[in-house]
């Protein structure tokens, strides 16, 4: 296997079979649609690049890639945590991670 991961999007998939990816995102239905479960062996994690998320797009990663890790990626930490929340129906299906920027102030000293 090769030992580079590679980041692409979910129409990609097919394309790098047998290489271990991580799908980027913004849309998880699109992702569900597009890429089949026989598909996410070489997958080590779905990367949604907003946590601004419809509840019926995020609703389709129930049931579909059951223990695929999902990481979530925060680019506005002061407006964007409280949309965390909206995920806690994954936890049970799926690790979940988020990714947030660090802006200035970030620590407070």
């Not at 394309?15 to 980027?24: C, D, F, L, Q, T």
């Not at 660090?102 to 620590?107: D, I, S």
Request: hydrophobic share 40%; with cysteine; glycine share 4%.
């Amino acid at each position: 296997m090769d030992p580079v991961t590679y980041k692409i999007t979910s129409d990609l998939v097919p394309e790098y079979a047998g290489r271990r990816v991580i799908v980027r995102t913004h849309d998880p239905a699109e992702l569900v649609r597009e890429v089949c479960e026989s598909s996410l062996a070489n997958v080590e994690y779905v990367q949604l690049l907003s946590p601004e998320i419809s509840p019926e797009s995020l609703s389709s990663l129930l049931g579909w890639g059951r223990d695929l890790p999902v990481d979530i990626v925060i680019d506005r930490p002061a407006a964007d945590f409280s949309n965390l929340y909206s995920f806690s129906n994954l936890i049970d299906q799926h690790p979940m991670r988020a990714t947030i920027k660090v802006e200035p102030g970030f620590l407070r000293q």
